[in-house]
């Protein structure tokens, strides 16, 4: 029995695969610390291009919009603008979009922040004594839970306060040794953050205005080392997943805008406390995929709760009828449409990101799952057309 070469090369290939993972498997510990440092070697390189592909959302639509004008011909037959200056122009606009909105967030939210941390104190106070008072009245009629109430009455004034303040200040003299070297070993992470961060910084903005160039650099590799169908169907998907996750990105910050404009135009017209801070805070949290304005709602619906209890009830009704509709109306048109993705498979994609990277994978793992399931409905459609099978 003769075999055929291409056999044979299966048969070499499939040896060398099971060597290779009989290998990986007995130095598998090695293996991992290898790729521990390998990822931490390359950590600021990966989170620049993190950077450069968020930014490159607003910066696209800046040279598509705003500067549409720069690639029309002049009187001389020249561009307006050269195309490198509308480039360096579109990110430095996008930098400063970016600040804008970082420095609107810190001032609209710290100062509310801190005036609500400042006097939640009191507040706490004063909600407890009103509930204590108000349990008191409804249960006026039964001896034994008043007298526990009136057992329960806190005073406030009764409170040590300088004990408290002298215990905190003997356990932080205990651990005065300690400091010297957390100081030390705090500096050294922060050094090691900024450095990171700068080299991150630097890589964004390099592929940021160079990434035709790269782009095409890219595809020689691809078509040099791979079959040529190979190489096609990688910058297939490649596009696939570019368009995917910037139509994510894109939509789920204007649902986060639509949904804390919402939540502050309904909070000021029923006249609440914390409107702004709330409605800025839900906007924040609703970046986080379904589970983001539950968050917001429940530190929006503990603030107003100090200050009263039937507002915060209106406030939690509230936010169930705003969660239908940007649920059932905004969500889908502005989110739901540009990813593609079923709801059930998008349930399926946050709580698999959440319990393998926490809020990364959240946000991460839509927009794959989105990607793979794109491709498996045209694996499966193509696979029923060349069997012409026609399911009902």
Same mark, same amino acid.
């Given at each position: 029995?003769?075999?055929?070469?291409?056999?044979?090369?299966?048969?070499?290939?499939?040896?060398?695969?099971?060597?290779?993972?009989?290998?990986?498997?007995?130095?598998?510990?090695?293996?991992?610390?290898?790729?521990?440092?390998?990822?931490?070697?390359?950590?600021?390189?990966?989170?620049?291009?993190?950077?450069?592909?968020?930014?490159?959302?607003?910066?696209?639509?800046?040279?598509?919009?705003?500067?549409?004008?720069?690639?029309?011909?002049?009187?001389?037959?020249?561009?307006?603008?050269?195309?490198?200056?509308?480039?360096?122009?579109?990110?430095?606009?996008?930098?400063?979009?970016?600040?804008?909105?970082?420095?609107?967030?810190?001032?609209?939210?710290?100062?509310?922040?801190?005036?609500?941390?400042?006097?939640?104190?009191?507040?706490?106070?004063?909600?407890?004594?009103?509930?204590?008072?108000?349990?008191?009245?409804?249960?006026?009629?039964?001896?034994?839970?008043?007298?526990?109430?009136?057992?329960?009455?806190?005073?406030?004034?009764?409170?040590?306060?300088?004990?408290?303040?002298?215990?905190?200040?003997?356990?932080?003299?205990?651990?005065?040794?300690?400091?010297?070297?957390?100081?030390?070993?705090?500096?050294?992470?922060?050094?090691?953050?900024?450095?990171?961060?700068?080299?991150?910084?630097?890589? @964004?903005?390099?592929? &940021?205005?160079?990434?035709?160039? +790269?782009?095409?650099? =890219?595809?020689?590799?691809?078509? !040099? *080392?791979? #079959?040529?169908?190979?190489?096609?169907?990688?910058?297939?998907?490649?596009?696939?997943?570019?368009?995917?996750?910037?139509?994510?990105?894109?939509?789920?910050?204007?649902?986060?805008?639509?949904?804390?404009?919402?939540?502050?135009? @309904?909070?000021?017209? &029923?006249?609440?406390?914390?409107? +702004?801070?709330?409605? =800025?805070?839900?906007?924040?949290? !609703? *970046?986080? #995929?379904?589970?983001?304005?539950?968050?917001?709602?429940?530190?929006?619906?503990?603030?107003?709760?100090?200050?009263?209890?039937?507002?915060?009830?209106?406030?939690?009704?509230?936010?169930?009828?705003?969660?239908?509709?940007?649920?059932?109306?905004?969500?889908?048109?502005?989110?739901?449409?540009?990813?593609?993705?079923?709801?059930?498979?998008?349930?399926?994609?946050?709580?698999?990101?959440?319990?393998?990277?926490?809020?990364?994978?959240?946000?991460?793992?839509?927009?794959?799952?989105?990607?793979?399931?794109?491709?498996?409905?045209?694996?499966?459609?193509?696979?029923?057309?060349?069997?012409?099978?026609?399911?009902?």
């Amino acid at each position: 029995m003769e075999i055929s070469r291409s056999t044979m090369k299966k048969l070499l290939l499939l040896i060398a695969f099971a060597a290779l993972a009989f290998t990986a498997f007995q130095w598998i510990d090695g293996m991992a610390a290898a790729l521990s440092f390998l990822a931490e070697l390359l950590s600021p390189f990966l989170g620049g291009a993190a950077l450069a592909f968020i930014l490159n959302v607003p910066m696209r639509f800046l040279e598509r919009n705003l500067f549409s004008w720069a690639g029309q011909k002049g009187r001389g037959g020249r561009e307006r603008l050269p195309k490198g200056l509308v480039r360096i122009l579109s990110l430095l606009l996008t930098f400063v979009l970016v600040a804008l909105v970082v420095l609107v967030l810190v001032l609209v939210i710290m100062p509310e922040l801190t005036e609500t941390i400042s006097g939640l104190t009191v507040t706490i106070q004063s909600a407890v004594t009103r509930f204590l008072l108000w349990a008191e009245e409804q249960f006026a009629n039964n001896p034994q839970v008043r007298q526990w109430l009136e057992n329960l009455t806190i005073d406030w004034r009764s409170i040590d306060w300088e004990s408290i303040l002298s215990r905190v200040a003997d356990f932080l003299r205990s651990g005065a040794g300690d400091v010297l070297n957390s100081t030390i070993s705090a500096a050294k992470s922060m050094v090691s953050v900024l450095t990171s961060s700068f080299i991150a910084f630097v890589f @964004a903005c390099y592929i &940021l205005l160079q990434k035709e160039k +790269l782009g095409l650099q =890219c595809r020689k590799v691809l078509f !040099a *080392l791979l #079959p040529k169908n190979a190489a096609q169907q990688v910058i297939r998907v490649s596009s696939l997943s570019h368009r995917v996750f910037s139509s994510f990105i894109t939509g789920q910050c204007v649902e986060a805008m639509i949904l804390g404009t919402m939540f502050f135009i @309904a909070m000021s017209l &029923l006249r609440m406390p914390y409107a +702004l801070l709330v409605g =800025c805070l839900i906007a924040v949290t !609703a *970046l986080i #995929p379904i589970v983001g304005a539950f968050i917001g709602c429940a530190v929006g619906a503990f603030l107003i709760l100090m200050v009263s209890p039937m507002q915060a009830l209106i406030f939690v009704v509230m936010f169930l009828i705003l969660q239908q509709v940007e649920g059932n109306l905004i969500y889908p048109h502005v989110v739901g449409s540009s990813v593609g993705l079923p709801s059930i498979w998008v349930l399926f994609a946050v709580t698999i990101g959440g319990s393998l990277m926490g809020v990364v994978g959240m946000l991460l793992f839509i927009p794959l799952t989105s990607v793979l399931y794109t491709l498996f409905r045209e694996f499966v459609y193509k696979r029923l057309q060349e069997r012409r099978i026609k399911v009902k």
